[in-house]
């Protein structure tokens, strides 16, 4: 069995082109993707339902990245949960949390490595498309 890239830099091109296309502005947050991954899955996650009130748009793009995470990782065999939440409802959270909080360690640091690397093409995207707005 080979290398697989699994079509990361390809997948981080349309993340930020459907971000660009949606709201420009919410490409800053990219930046700010890379830098939350060294805080886990779980908050990761979790970033969306903080925006997701006041700031559709960066909500839409954290969500769309969480994703595309979740349906790499499948290819990859690793099954990352996914469960629609609603932000006022505190028990669909708490329960997606656990289910982030109880992966096996193992997958934990595939899907850590993944997203890494998922956001590190992401930003080279941001990068090259973003305008001077």
């Known amino acids: 069995m080979g290398w697989k890239s699994y079509e990361l830099d390809r997948e981080a091109q349309k ?3 459907a ?19 060294a805080y886990g899955l779980e908050r990761f996650w979790g970033e969306h339902l903080r925006l997701v009130a006041k700031e559709r748009e960066k909500s839409e793009h954290w969500k769309e ?7 790499i990782m499948a290819k ?11 932000v006022d409802n505190t028990s669909q959270i708490r329960a997606m949390s656990d289910k982030l909080w109880n992966l096996h360690i193992n997958d934990q640091r595939v899907a850590l490595a993944v997203l890494t690397q998922l956001c590190d093409c992401i930003v080279w995207w941001t990068q090259r498309y973003k305008g001077d707005r």
């Open 15 to 17: 993340l930020v082109l």
């Open 19 to 37: 971000a660009k296309q949606r709201d420009e502005k919410s490409l800053n947050q990219s930046y700010k993707m890379r830098m939350a991954v």
């Open 65 to 71: 990245t969480w994703d595309t995470l979740v349906k």
């Open 76 to 86: 990859a065999g690793v099954t990352i949960p996914n469960d629609p939440v609603n």
